[in-house]
Nanobody, 125 residues
Framework: EVQLAESGGGSVQAGGSLRLSCAAS????????MGWFRQAPGKEREGVAA???????TYADSVRGRFTISQDKTKNTMYLQMNSLKPEDTAMYYC???????????????????WGQGTQVTVSS
């Protein structure tokens, strides 16, 4: 089964950028539906962006136009480019993988079977 490891988090000022990486091992990401999620203190984990197959992607309304999800299959790694960061983007960010698309939406945490440990993103005003 796949193991996931996030990196690239940090502290930035509002308006700045970060690129998160999710390195996969144990299996190839081509065999999975992949997504990015985040969880702020005291809040539920929420979907940020996901690959939905056939090269298509979907984004939460709160990040659309600012965040971009991508993959490099030669490196078995998924990325989340985050631009124009806002203080409300502050959260622990997780990558996740699902074997099957199932009937749950691509930004629904319950679709995903495998999770990384997370990387912290802090945006100051």
């Amino acid at each position: 089964e796949v193991q996931l490891a996030e990196s690239g988090g940090g502290s930035v000022q509002a308006g700045g950028s970060l690129r998160l990486s999710c390195a996969a091992s144990g299996d190839t990401i081509s065999n999975y539906y992949m997504g990015w999620f985040r969880q702020a203190p005291g809040k539920e984990r929420e979907g940020v962006a996901a690959n939905i197959g056939w090269g298509s992607t979907t984004y939460a309304d709160s990040v659309r136009g600012r965040f971009t999800i991508s993959q490099d299959k030669t490196k078995n790694t998924m990325y989340l480019q985050m631009n124009s960061l806002k203080p409300e983007d502050t959260a622990m960010y997780y990558c996740a993988a699902a074997r099957q698309s199932g009937w749950r939406g691509p930004l629904d945490t319950r679709r995903y079977n495998y999770w990384g440990q997370g990387t912290q993103v802090t945006v100051s005003s």
